[in-house]
């Protein structure tokens, strides 16, 4: 192997190998960056989820504590009894001190019809109806407790007290991407909101009702971002923030604006409004929060009937996700990096390896093919180069023994063609020279049998005239042996030409002990053959077999077709004598018979050996001394024009 094939194959090894070192590392590179990708913005998107469940948990919690302590008191017996006989002081004295307790904004009694009773915020006025609440219809009509989230009205708020009206006022803030609105301003509160019925004796004397108003009220946002984002901060900027909504509007929230104020008064974009406040459906997604990108959830704030009032967002600053994204990128593009050029290093030092051994099978690879079989590869290890080794020496020797078998088989070959086209010649010859005399003498004996029929000679004509016809027979097969016939193709199909001749054959005095078995493939394909000589062929071959079972048995006649070989494959299978192996050898050859004398010419396997060969197809022989013989044809179905 010269050097510049050397350096070709080595060239093409390394080429190889690094080449799939980097569409590997290529593939892991994406699939790895989207992994990262996936997780680390998953993560987020999880880790925002649950922390807007924490922030509904401490809403709703803070709910739950109004709801509890209205519970409490509307079942105090000191409270019914002050209502009982209007003890106002008292009643005011005690709504103050649970007021100041629980920090509500609001908590009032009112009468069966809903009409004040008392106030703990603006005790003055009182006898002014609030039948108009919800909150206190459902008492009303259910005589059980109610708690949740309720709008109250500008004047509702003002009748608590005009400070608590004031601190409900927000002024509108443009905010880009937020829904279109003429409205410049909100005067309506959010409030956190229970309240439960206050029955003496199975009468209601009353309803108490608490409530804390949420505009501009900062403890429970702060507490959201204190518990739930430990008042971290990044990159000068909030981590996490926390915002209650009243509707789209800001009401309450620790979301500062450019100049460090809260963001009170700025909305929403009207994408998350018509998702979350129109349709009622969670919103997690990145959004742009007044300065800043953060991963943001929202979810819908409903009343006492279930429509959406306002809503609950938390949201995480993404400027952090993303410079994770970045540091873990880098880190995972340095290890594949670095990877790459350790396997890019290996692989070279293995190819400088690898191909010592590879030189020397093409070495004596060449050396097979210029003919010297007679090469040997050490076996130096082990390994699969070893095992490659041992196989290329194995194989050289069975190149060598089928070389061998081939040239004996070529030879045999040789020398059937050339002892067949000899006694072909010859069998021509001896034909045409003995037909002539044999017609004299077959009618002068026809003529003299006529004219002594009836005298004593009669029976030595007869012989003579039998004994002639024989001669004129084999003279005749000898003819047809030795004759080249042309093949007058036909497009047919073996199967049906088999039945046609058996058809004829079952009726033969040979058949009458036999059973004839037919095994046919329905998949036999039609095909272009000359239907007489095929006739011709499993004539012979029948009545060979029907003679190898003089006392009877059965001849099975197997048709198949053979996909991987495009052929059609025909097995005459009998149970007679069968064949010595001495004699298989020549069952094919003109004149030869195992048959007693008189009983055949031996023409008629020569025969049927060379209709086959002439149809290109192949006809092999299997026999066993007493079990029978089986016949195989394989006959080509894309056959050659006529010849």
Same mark, same amino acid.
Not at 72 to 96: F, G, T
Not at 412 to 421: G, N, P, R, T, Y
Not at 465 to 477: A, F, M, N, Q, W
């Given at each position: 192997?010269?050097?510049?094939?050397?350096?070709?194959?080595?060239?093409?090894?390394?080429?190889?190998?690094?080449?799939?070192?980097?569409?590997?590392?290529?593939?892991?590179?994406?699939?790895?960056?989207?992994?990262?990708?996936?997780?680390?913005?998953?993560?987020?998107?999880?880790? %925002?989820?649950?922390?807007?469940?924490?922030?509904?948990?401490?809403?709703?919690?803070?709910?739950? $504590?109004?709801?509890?302590?209205?519970?409490?008191?509307?079942?105090?017996?000191?409270? =019914?009894?002050?209502?009982?006989?209007?003890?106002?002081?008292?009643?005011?004295?005690?709504?103050?001190?649970? *007021?100041?307790?629980?920090?509500?904004?609001?908590?009032?009694?009112?009468?069966?019809?809903?009409?004040?009773?008392?106030?703990?915020?603006?005790?003055?006025?009182?006898?002014? @109806?609030?039948?108009?609440?919800?909150?206190?219809?459902?008492?009303?009509?259910?005589?059980?407790?109610?708690?949740?989230?309720?709008?109250?009205? =500008?004047?509702?708020?003002?009748?608590?007290?005009?400070?608590?009206?004031?601190?409900?006022?927000?002024?509108?803030?443009?905010?880009?991407?937020?829904? *279109?609105?003429?409205?410049?301003?909100?005067?309506?509160?959010?409030?956190?909101?229970?309240?439960?019925?206050?029955?003496?004796?199975?009468?209601?004397?009353?309803?108490?009702?608490?409530?804390?108003?949420?505009?501009? !009220?900062?403890?429970?946002?702060?507490?959201?971002?204190?518990?739930?984002?430990?008042?971290?901060?990044?990159?000068?900027?909030?981590?996490? /923030?926390?915002?209650?909504?009243?509707?789209?509007?800001?009401?309450?929230?620790? %979301?500062?604006?450019?100049?460090?104020?809260?963001?009170?008064?700025?909305?929403?974009?009207?994408? %998350?409004?018509?998702?979350?406040?129109?349709?009622?459906?969670?919103?997690?997604?990145?959004?742009?929060?007044?300065?800043?990108?953060?991963?943001?959830?929202?979810?819908?704030?409903?009343?006492?009937?279930?429509?959406?009032?306002?809503?609950?967002?938390?949201?995480?600053?993404?400027?952090?996700?993303?410079? $994770?994204?970045?540091? /873990?990128?880098?880190?995972?593009?340095? $290890?594949?990096?670095?990877?790459?050029?350790?396997?890019?290093?290996?692989?070279?030092?293995?190819?400088?390896?690898?191909?010592?051994?590879?030189?020397?099978?093409?070495?004596?690879?060449?050396?097979? &093919?210029?003919?010297?079989?007679?090469?040997?590869?050490?076996?130096?290890?082990?390994?699969?180069?070893?095992?490659?080794?041992?196989?290329?020496?194995?194989?050289?020797?069975?190149?060598?023994?089928?070389?061998?078998?081939?040239?004996?088989?070529?030879?045999?070959?040789?020398?059937?063609?050339?002892?067949?086209?000899?006694?072909?010649?010859?069998? #021509?010859?001896?034909? =045409?020279?003995?037909? !002539?005399?044999?017609? +004299?003498?077959?009618?002068?004996?026809?003529?003299?049998?006529?004219?002594?029929?009836?005298?004593?000679?009669?029976?030595?004509?007869?012989?003579?005239?039998?004994?002639?016809?024989?001669?004129? *027979?084999?003279?005749?097969?000898?003819?047809?042996?030795?004759?080249?016939?042309?093949?007058?193709?036909?497009?047919? !199909?073996? !199967?049906?030409?088999?039945?046609?001749?058996?058809?004829?054959?079952?009726? =033969?005095?040979?058949?009458?002990?036999?059973?004839?078995?037919?095994?046919?493939?329905?998949?036999?394909?039609?095909?272009?053959?000359? %239907?007489?000589?095929?006739?011709?062929?499993?004539?012979?071959?029948?009545?060979? &077999?029907?003679?190898?079972?003089?006392?009877?048995?059965?001849?099975?006649?197997?048709?198949?077709?053979?996909?991987?070989?495009?052929?059609?494959?025909?097995?005459?299978?009998?149970?007679?004598?069968?064949? @010595?192996?001495?004699?298989?050898?020549?069952?094919?050859?003109?004149?030869?018979?195992?048959?007693?004398?008189?009983?055949?010419? +031996?023409?008629?396997?020569?025969?049927?050996?060379?209709?086959?060969?002439?149809?290109?197809?192949?006809?092999?022989?299997?026999?066993?001394?007493?079990?029978?013989?089986?016949?195989?044809? $394989?006959?080509?179905? #894309?056959?050659?024009?006529?010849?």
């Amino acid at each position: 192997m010269n050097t510049r094939i050397q350096a070709s194959l080595r060239v093409k090894l390394i080429v190889s190998l690094i080449s799939v070192v980097l569409i590997i590392g290529s593939a892991s590179i994406i699939i790895g960056l989207r992994i990262i990708n996936n997780n680390i913005v998953g993560q987020a998107y999880e880790q %925002v989820q649950n922390d807007l469940k924490t922030a509904r948990y401490i809403y709703e919690d803070k709910i739950h $504590i109004i709801h509890h302590f209205m519970r409490h008191l509307s079942l105090l017996p000191y409270l =019914h009894e002050a209502i009982e006989r209007n003890d106002r002081r008292l009643l005011v004295n005690k709504l103050q001190e649970v *007021k100041r307790e629980l920090d509500l904004d609001i908590l009032n009694i009112v009468d069966p019809a809903g009409r004040v009773i008392v106030r703990a915020r603006n005790p003055v006025r009182t006898g002014d @109806s609030v039948a108009d609440d919800k909150y206190i219809s459902y008492v009303q009509t259910n005589l059980k407790s109610c708690f949740g989230s309720d709008i109250m009205s =500008h004047d509702h708020l003002a009748r608590e007290g005009q400070d608590l009206a004031e601190r409900a006022f927000i002024t509108l803030v443009p905010t880009p991407m937020a829904r *279109k609105t003429d409205n410049t301003y909100e005067d309506r509160g959010l409030v956190l909101k229970a309240a439960s019925p206050m029955i003496h004796n199975g009468k209601l004397i009353g309803i108490i009702y608490g409530a804390r108003l949420i505009n501009r !009220n900062y403890d429970m946002v702060d507490q959201i971002k204190s518990l739930v984002f430990k008042d971290q901060k990044y990159g000068g900027f909030e981590y996490g /923030t926390a915002t209650i909504f009243l509707e789209d509007l800001r009401i309450s929230t620790n %979301v500062l604006r450019e100049d460090g104020v809260r963001a009170i008064g700025t909305r929403i974009s009207e994408e %998350v409004y018509k998702k979350v406040f129109e349709r009622g459906e969670l919103w997690l997604d990145k959004a742009f929060v007044v300065n800043n990108w953060y991963i943001s959830a929202y979810s819908p704030i409903y009343d006492l009937h279930r429509k959406a009032i306002g809503i609950l967002y938390v949201g995480i600053i993404e400027n952090k996700f993303n410079d $994770i994204k970045k540091e /873990t990128t880098i880190l995972f593009l340095v $290890i594949i990096i670095v990877t790459l050029i350790i396997a890019i290093g290996l692989a070279v030092y293995l190819i400088q390896n690898f191909l010592h051994p590879v030189n020397i099978l093409v070495d004596a690879s060449k050396q097979i &093919a210029e003919g010297n079989y007679s090469i040997k590869i050490p076996v130096d290890s082990t390994d699969e180069l070893g095992y490659l080794c041992k196989t290329f020496n194995s194989m050289v020797a069975a190149i060598v023994e089928r070389d061998n078998l081939l040239k004996e088989d070529t030879q045999k070959q040789i020398i059937q063609s050339e002892k067949l086209a000899s006694l072909g010649k010859l069998a #021509a010859g001896i034909a =045409h020279e003995i037909n !002539n005399p044999l017609t +004299g003498v077959l009618t002068y004996s026809s003529i003299l049998l006529e004219e002594l029929k009836d005298t004593e000679h009669k029976d030595d004509l007869e012989v003579i005239v039998t004994e002639t016809l024989r001669c004129r *027979k084999i003279v005749r097969e000898i003819l047809n042996f030795a004759r080249e016939t042309r093949i007058e193709k036909e497009r047919a !199909n073996v !199967n049906q030409v088999i039945r046609e001749m058996l058809s004829i054959l079952e009726k =033969h005095v040979n058949f009458q002990n036999v059973s004839i078995v037919k095994d046919f493939d329905d998949a036999v394909p039609d095909m272009e053959i000359d %239907v007489n000589q095929i006739k011709q062929v499993i004539n012979n071959l029948s009545l060979n &077999a029907a003679d190898a079972m003089p006392d009877g048995g059965t001849l099975t006649i197997r048709t198949r077709f053979d996909a991987d070989r495009d052929s059609v494959v025909v097995d005459f299978s009998d149970t007679g004598l069968g064949i @010595s192996e001495e004699n298989i050898g020549k069952i094919f050859d003109p004149f030869f018979t195992t048959k007693q004398t008189g009983k055949g010419t +031996g023409l008629g396997l020569a025969v049927t050996y060379g209709i086959i060969k002439r149809h290109n197809g192949t006809s092999t022989v299997k026999s066993a001394i007493g079990k029978g013989t089986t016949f195989t044809i $394989i006959l080509p179905v #894309a056959q050659p024009g006529p010849q």
